[in-house]
């Protein structure tokens, strides 16, 4: 069964030409031109029931265009969506009592008041009964280690705190999808690890479907089974994170550690024929650079482990970092250009919407 299905997905903004000195500002208020911009391009994927997928890409690749559309923010400009069997801008009433949404800099609570206070607000929001409430509520606070936080005033919490009761305050209905938008951004690591260890237990418990945007990929790494690239409102990348290396991986670095003095011409002459690259730290410490599917490990291995003495060999990976930087790594001043006028023009359409 699918929890999310997106078909061709697009979203276009009409965003106002601003022109320059006086008399543009004059020109502006009678004559005003406009550009079209698309966030989104055509998109389209399935989510399966229980799945936690990774949703990534830069600054203005179209992420969080896609999570507002996904949840009923946005009304898409083309394309279908149906999250739950519900159209998310149509079917509203119906369909956000089966979603839970983090947005991580922005807050569903109420500001001056007590946590259980927002709490008992959202319950009658969801139109949760008496008994699943607190049922739910004794759950999420004992995993959450919420007991001495519930009587203070939500601007009273330190940030790891908050988005503590935001995660509470998002799965008090018990959602089936819950998506989460940068939800450990600003945190320390300690709180960090808290609510992945979190997620992923009540994704294992509930079989609730999470899609996860961020910015942290240890994030990714630690709770996905599948991500979603985008770049420049695209698809680029749909799939494992293994998959992502090996499609994007530059290699490996093995860094040896020998019995006895080596030296770098040596090195080169046992892996002669081989695309490796041999740098030596000191006499006893050097490190080999093996090119992504031209050259296996073990045979680089195998022809400098039988022939010398080595008391220690370390592998590095490229790590999932790196890779998505690498791809990032052209176009980052278009993206951020694109992300300030999606900004602009999502503002505009919310206040429409609203």
Same mark, same amino acid.
């Given at each position: 069964?699918?929890?999310?299905?997106?078909?061709?997905?697009?979203?276009?903004?009409?965003?106002?030409?601003?022109?320059? *000195?006086?008399?543009?500002?004059?020109?502006?208020?009678?004559?005003?031109? &406009?550009?079209?911009?698309?966030?989104?391009?055509?998109?389209?994927?399935?989510?399966? !029931?229980?799945?936690? @997928?990774? &949703?990534? /890409?830069?600054?203005?690749?179209?992420?969080?265009? %896609?999570?507002?559309?996904?949840?009923?923010?946005?009304?898409?400009?083309?394309?279908?969506?149906?999250?739950?069997? &519900?159209?998310?801008?149509?079917?509203?009433?119906?369909?956000?009592?089966?979603?839970?949404?983090?947005? /991580?800099? =922005?807050?569903?609570?109420?500001?001056?008041?007590?946590?259980?206070?927002?709490?008992?607000?959202?319950?009658?929001? &969801?139109?949760?009964?008496?008994?699943?409430?607190?049922?739910?509520?004794?759950?999420?606070?004992?995993?959450?280690?919420?007991?001495?936080?519930?009587?203070?005033?939500?601007?009273?919490? +330190?940030?790891?705190?908050?988005? =503590? @009761?935001?995660?509470?305050?998002?799965?008090?209905?018990?959602?089936?999808? #819950?998506?989460?938008?940068?939800?450990?951004?600003?945190?320390?690591? #300690?709180?960090?690890?808290?609510?992945?260890?979190?997620?992923?237990? $009540?994704?294992? =418990?509930?079989?609730?479907?999470?899609?996860?945007? %961020?910015?942290?990929?240890?994030?990714?790494?630690?709770? @996905?089974?599948?991500?979603?690239?985008?770049?420049?409102?695209?698809?680029?990348?749909? *799939?494992?994170?293994?998959?992502?290396?090996?499609?994007?991986? !530059? *290699?490996?670095?093995?860094?040896?550690?020998?019995?006895?003095?080596? +030296?770098?011409? =040596?090195?080169?002459?046992?892996?002669? /024929?081989?695309?490796?690259?041999?740098?030596?730290?000191?006499?006893? %410490?050097?490190?080999?650079?093996?090119?992504?599917? !031209?050259?296996?490990?073990?045979?680089?291995? +195998?022809?400098?482990?039988?022939?010398? /003495?080595?008391?220690?060999?370390?592998?590095?990976?490229?790590?999932?970092?790196?890779?998505?930087?690498?791809?990032?790594?052209?176009?980052?001043?278009?993206?951020?250009? $694109?992300?300030?006028?999606?900004? !602009?023009?999502?503002?505009?359409?919310?206040?429409?919407?609203?």
């Amino acid at each position: 069964m699918q929890a999310i299905e997106v078909n061709n997905l697009r979203k276009e903004f009409k965003v106002q030409k601003s022109r320059s *000195g006086l008399k543009g500002a004059v020109r502006d208020l009678f004559n005003r031109e &406009y550009t079209q911009v698309r966030a989104v391009k055509d998109i389209s994927f399935q989510i399966p !029931k229980g799945e936690i @997928c990774g &949703y990534i /890409g830069e600054n203005g690749a179209g992420k969080s265009t %896609t999570i507002k559309m996904l949840t009923g923010i946005l009304v898409p400009t083309a394309g279908e969506i149906r999250v739950n069997g &519900y159209i998310p801008f149509q079917d509203r009433e119906k369909f956000v009592k089966g979603i839970g949404v983090v947005f /991580g800099q =922005r807050s569903q609570l109420w500001w001056d008041i007590g946590v259980i206070e927002s709490f008992q607000l959202l319950k009658k929001v &969801y139109r949760v009964s008496e008994a699943d409430f607190k049922q739910r509520l004794d759950e999420l606070v004992e995993r959450l280690q919420l007991s001495e936080l519930l009587s203070r005033p939500v601007r009273k919490l +330190s940030l790891g705190q908050r988005m =503590r @009761c935001e995660l509470a305050a998002s799965l008090l209905h018990n959602p089936q999808i #819950v998506f989460l938008d940068e939800p450990t951004i600003g945190l320390d690591i #300690v709180v960090k690890t808290e609510i992945r260890e979190f997620l992923k237990q $009540m994704n294992q =418990r509930y079989e609730t479907t999470i899609l996860l945007t %961020t910015h942290d990929l240890q994030d990714i790494e630690a709770l @996905c089974s599948r991500v979603i690239m985008l770049d420049d409102g695209r698809i680029i990348y749909d *799939g494992g994170l293994e998959e992502l290396k090996a499609k994007w991986g !530059k *290699g490996k670095e093995v860094i040896l550690q020998f019995a006895e003095a080596v +030296s770098l011409d =040596r090195l080169q002459k046992l892996t002669e /024929g081989l695309e490796v690259a041999w740098s030596v730290d000191n006499e006893l %410490t050097a490190r080999v650079w093996i090119p992504q599917q !031209k050259v296996n490990v073990s045979e680089v291995l +195998s022809r400098v482990v039988g022939v010398m /003495g080595i008391e220690d060999i370390k592998i590095v990976e490229t790590n999932t970092d790196d890779i998505v930087r690498e791809i990032y790594k052209s176009g980052s001043a278009e993206a951020k250009a $694109m992300h300030a006028l999606n900004e !602009k023009a999502e503002q505009e359409e919310v206040k429409v919407h609203a």
